[in-house]
T-cell receptor
């Protein structure tokens, strides 16, 4: 059983379209992070959400943390080819202090 | 700030040889470093957690005798893939944490190809 269920796994859209990526769990988290990774590079932190119901915006990206702190979503408005990449949600926890557990990831391809 | 480097960025080695990958925190002291493995189009899988001066903690299913991790200083951790085989070919990513918080700073990754 995955701690984090991320969906969809693949997303292929045209430039200008909107999209939403979901990250769900049955567990409650104190915080959740979203990362973006480009091919051949390490993941880059986009945002950390900590408060239930919190909404954070980063230009065309909107991140929301569920009221119960069990789920999160990433919404991209008017997607651009530069948004193409692997999007990952992650939470802290596990046997090692500070250990991150990642969702399965969403591969987003935005076609011009 | 919070820059993590990895060396080499790409390495090709022959089956049966060993390869060492370095992970350095350039502008902070990393009390904890993490090593991940990533297959194409997949998420990151944690291999092990290393704390400076102590033995690494390996995740279930990761062979500690095959993937040797050394965290000898607060700025350097190394991952050695011993007796590499083609199935060890992967993208290896390290991250570093500067304290008892969960924030990790990721390196750019190392592409290992075993022929």
């Amino acid at each position: 059983t995955q701690l984090l269920e991320q969906s969809p796994q693949f997303l292929s859209i045209q430039e200008g379209e909107n999209l939403t990526v979901y990250c769900n769990s049955s567990s409650v988290f104190s915080s959740l992070q979203w990362y973006r990774q480009e091919p051949g590079e390490g993941p880059v932190l986009l945002v950390t959400v900590v408060t239930g119901g919190e909404v954070k915006k980063l230009k065309r990206l909107t991140f929301q943390f569920g009221d119960a702190r069990k789920d999160s979503s990433l919404h991209i408005t008017a997607a651009q080819p530069g948004d193409t990449g692997l999007y990952l949600c992650a939470v802290a926890g596990g046997t090692s202090y500070g250990k991150l557990t990642f969702g399965q990831g969403t591969i987003l391809t935005v076609h011009p | 700030g919070a820059v993590v480097s990895q060396h080499p960025s790409r390495v090709i080695c022959k089956s049966g040889t060993s390869v060492k990958i370095e992970c350095r925190s350039l502008d902070f002291q990393a009390t904890t470093m993490f090593w991940y493995r990533q297959f194409p189009k997949q998420s990151l899988m944690l291999m092990a957690t290393s704390n400076e001066g102590s033995k690494a903690t390996y995740e279930q299913g990761v062979e500690k005798d095959k993937f040797l991790i050394n965290h000898a200083s607060l700025t350097l951790s190394t991952l050695t893939v011993t007796s590499a085989h083609p199935e060890d070919s992967s993208f290896y990513i390290c991250s570093a944490s500067d304290g008892p918080s969960y924030e990790q700073y990721f390196g750019p990754g190392t592409r290992l190809t075993v022929t």
